[in-house]
C-alpha cells in the first residue's frame, strides 16, 4: 500500500510543479538586460529584446531612434543630451554650435577661424574689409596684395617695402622719399694713412681709397655719379692760418678747402667743408668765428666742380704748412649725395 502510494505522489508533485513554473523573459530581473545574454533564448541579447525596451537602462544610455529624449551619444533630433550628431542646442553635433562644422565659431564658414566670410576677427585668407593678420584680403593688415596696409612689397605709402614713390623708408629703392640711404654714400674714412705729421715749411698728404659704393643698378654695374659732397677735417696745428687745405679728386683736380684762413688760432676740430648752405661761409669770409672752427663752412673753391664724376676713386687730402711749426692731420671723412638713377 505505501508503496503504491509513492508512486502516484511524485508523478504528480513533477507535474504540479511544471504547471507553476513561469516562462523566463528577458529583463524579468534587472540585470538581465544588461548582462549580455539571451535570458529567454529566443535569439535576441539584452535591449535589443523588445522585452527589454521598459528597462530604464535601455531607455537612457546611446539609442539611435528616439525623439525628445535625453540620452548621451545617440542620433536623435530634438533631444538635449551632448555628444550626438544632428540635434540642435548642444555641443559637438554636425550642424549646432558651439564646436560643429556650419554655425558660428570655430566652424568651417561662420565667424572667427574660418575661411569665406566677411568683416571677421580671425586669420581667414580671403575675406574683404577684415582686420585679420597674415590674410590676401583687401584692407587688412599683414598680407601680400593690399594697399594701405605694413610689411607688403607693392603697396603705396607703407613701411619698410622696395618700390614705393613719395614713402619714408630706409635702405628702399623710392623715388621722392625723405630717407637716408638710397641716394646718399656713407662716411667715408678715416683713411688708413692717419695720423699723418705736418711738417715746418712743408706738406703733408693722406689718401682715402673710396670702391664698390652704390652701383647705379644697371647693367654694366657702374657707379651713380656724384651729386654733392662735404668733407670733415680734424687737424692738429698752433697757427692754422699758415695752413693750405686742398682736396684732390684725380678726375675734377684739386679743389682748396681753405687757403691760409684763420689766423693765429690753433686747430681745425670737427670743421665740415660742404657744397650748398645757405647760412655758411668760408672760413675766409667769417670774422666772427675763430679756430678750431668747429661747424659748417663753405670751401673756398667750392665743390661745384665734383659733380658727375665717380665716388670711387683715390681720394686725397694735402695740407700745405708755411709756417715754422710742425702739426698733424689726425682724420679726415668724406660724406656726400648721388645723383639719383634715371627712372
Known sequence: ???????ILVPLMVVVFAACEEERV????TADCTDGADNDEDGLFDCADDSCSGSPDCASAGDDDDTGDDDTGD???GDDDPGDDDDSGHQHDDDDMPHDDDDSAHDDDDSAHDDDDSGDDGPDDDDTGDDDTGDDDTGD???DDDTGDAGDDDDTGDTGDDDDTGDDDTGDDDTGDDDDGDSTFAQQGPPDDVPV??????????????EDVLPDGGADGDPTPLQSVSVTVNITHPNVGDLTLTLNHPGAGD??????SGGDGDNYTSTVFVQDCDDCDTIAQTSAAAPPYTGTFLPQDGFGGLGGFDLNATWTLTVVNAGSEVGTIDSWYIDGELTPPSP
Do not use: K
Request: charged share 15%.
Open 1 to 7: 500500500m505505501r508503496s503504491f502510494l509513492v508512486l
Open 26 to 29: 528577458e529583463g524579468q530581473f
Open 75 to 77: 542620433d536623435d533630433t
Open 141 to 143: 593688415a599683414g598680407d
Open 197 to 210: 705729421n705736418i711738417p715746418a715749411s712743408g706738406s703733408a698728404s693722406s689718401t682715402l681709397v673710396v
Open 255 to 260: 679743389i682748396v678747402l681753405s687757403d691760409q
